[in-house]
């Protein structure tokens, strides 16, 4: 199920990323704060449970979270949105997955993973700016569910038509959160208009 996130400081930072002329500090920047605003509304789901506090002046009822969450940002691009998961999350473990799209096979590449089978039964929020072809989300959504995860919601920030197609086609399930939804691809498989390749403009990379 795919929701589109409305927001003006949304649209607006997304526009900053988007220009060519923002640089690799200011386009971290904007991506942190698209995330810190993502971060709610991709948490809300979070079940929790209630307890007792003592205030000041009496007892109240309150509530704590009945599991942490666990945060997949996919390298490299996705680690631009990991800190302002983890700050509206503090209690999140992080289980960090290396993707790349070779641009020869145009098939994703895993060349790093590390989920411990104990955080399984966790909620797990994948972290990736782009959803393009849809190619290394479906990868990294198949390991999640070879892994045992059965409870996972994907924050990305921007989207093509033909990816949000493929997770809905292979991945009906899959709650997936956006900012925005562009026109198409381009025949480097690029969202257009997009913003580049997030992760060379987050590190600089020519
Ligand atoms: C980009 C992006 C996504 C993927 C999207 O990563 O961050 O992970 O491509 O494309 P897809 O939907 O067609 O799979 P890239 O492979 O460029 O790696 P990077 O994050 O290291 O730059």
């Known amino acids: 199920m795919l929701t589109v996130l409305e927001h003006p400081l949304l649209a607006t930072h997304l526009t900053a990323l988007r220009d060519r002329a923002t640089s690799p500090a200011a386009f971290r920047g904007h991506l942190d704060a698209m995330g810190r605003l993502m971060a709610y509304p991709v948490l809300a789901g979070l ?3 209630p307890v007792w506090v003592e205030t000041p002046l009496a007892p109240a009822r309150g509530a704590v979270l009945a599991d942490e969450p666990v945060l997949v940002p996919i390298l490299r691009a996705g680690l631009g949105l990991l800190d ?18 070779d641009v ?19 909620p797990v929020v994948v972290l990736d700016p782009m959803l393009a072809t849809g190619g290394s989300l479906a990868a990294a959504l198949a390991k999640l569910d070879q892994w045992g995860a059965r409870n996972v919601v994907v924050a990305a920030v921007l989207a093509a038509p033909a990816g949000i ?22 025949e480097r498989d690029f969202i257009v208009p997009g913003l580049g390749d997030a992760g060379d403009r987050q590190y600089g990379t020519p």
């Open 104 to 122: 020869v096979a145009g098939q994703p590449v895993a060349y790093f993973e590390n989920f411990p089978p104990a955080w399984a039964t966790r």
């Open 84 to 101: 302002a998961f983890c700050a509206a999350a503090p209690g999140a473990s992080v289980s960090h997955l290396g993707l790349y799209r």
């Open 165 to 186: 197609q493929r997770i809905e086609r292979e991945y009906p399930a899959a709650r997936v959160f956006v900012a925005a939804v562009d026109d198409r691809l381009n």
């Open 47 to 49: 079940a929790v449970r």
